[in-house]
């Protein structure tokens, strides 16, 4: 799926005439393959029409690997992955998730039948699409992540999704992410009345199988 006005994508309908649609963003480095073995071992796609939609981020020189063009979100400049954060490429980014849900609606899907998810970089920016969201979402999954801006975050959340599901989860053992940044990101989240459901697993900057299984219940949760 590509369009001059669209990120390209992979894309994956579980069943005829969708009525719902996961739009899961990679981490930094990798592509929209990346999470579609996960999609694959979800049950819940055997229940419902979904459309699985696997964003490429935009090819980009990345700092902290020594300016190395890679599919990145946005640039991030040290080890201390949300600080001198990069503002520009950040707010880029959401405008082209903003565009792909927008066209998502275009195709028939409801906004409130979408789903944002992303791990790491992805995470971040489904946080940072979904919190400032102008209609109304299924809900945000974010993996492996942290809440990008977070100062701004009060003057720009939509009161459209003031209530939104968010499912967050980490390893424990995550040196990419520390799993300290992602509990601050989730109490700056409780403070501003969301309520997310926290998850925590021994494992490093990946995915594991109880976290997908816990995705899959979450889903199905959420999608009715």
């Known amino acids: 799926m590509t369009t001059p006005d669209l990120l390209p994508a992979v894309e994956i309908e579980t069943n005829t005439d969708p009525l719902y649609t996961v739009l899961w963003m990679h981490g930094l480095g990798a592509d929209g393959n990346d999470f579609v ?16 939609v696997f964003p490429h981020a935009p090819v980009r020189p990345v700092t902290i690997n020594n ?3 890679m599919r990145a979100w946005y640039d991030i ?24 849900i927008e066209n998502e609606m275009r195709r028939g899907i409801a906004s409130e039948n979408i789903v944002l998810a992303g791990f790491s970089q992805g995470g971040a920016m489904a946080l940072q699409t979904g919190l400032r969201q102008k209609n ?8 492996s992540c942290y809440l990008p801006l977070a100062d701004a975050l009060s003057n720009e959340v939509h009161q459209a999704n003031a209530a939104i599901p968010i499912f967050m989860a980490h390893g424990i053992d995550d040196s990419v992410v520390p799993i300290s940044t992602a509990k601050a990101s989730k109490e700056r ?14 494992m490093e900057h990946s995915v594991c199988m109880q976290e997908i299984n816990d995705i899959d219940d979450w889903l199905q949760r959420i999608l009715f």
Request: glycine letters at 6%.
């Open 189 to 202: 989240l409780q403070q501003a009345n969301y309520k997310p459901e926290w998850h925590e697993y021994p």
């Open 77 to 100: 400049s040290g080890a201390r992955i949300n600080s001198s954060e990069d503002e520009t490429g950040i707010r880029d980014s959401q405008k082209a998730v903003e565009a792909l």
């Open 67 to 69: 300016g190395y063009a």
């Open 136 to 143: 109304k979402l299924a809900g945000i999954m974010a993996l």
């Open 37 to 52: 073995p996960v999609a694959n071992e979800l049950t819940i796609a055997a229940k419902k029409r979904i459309r699985f």
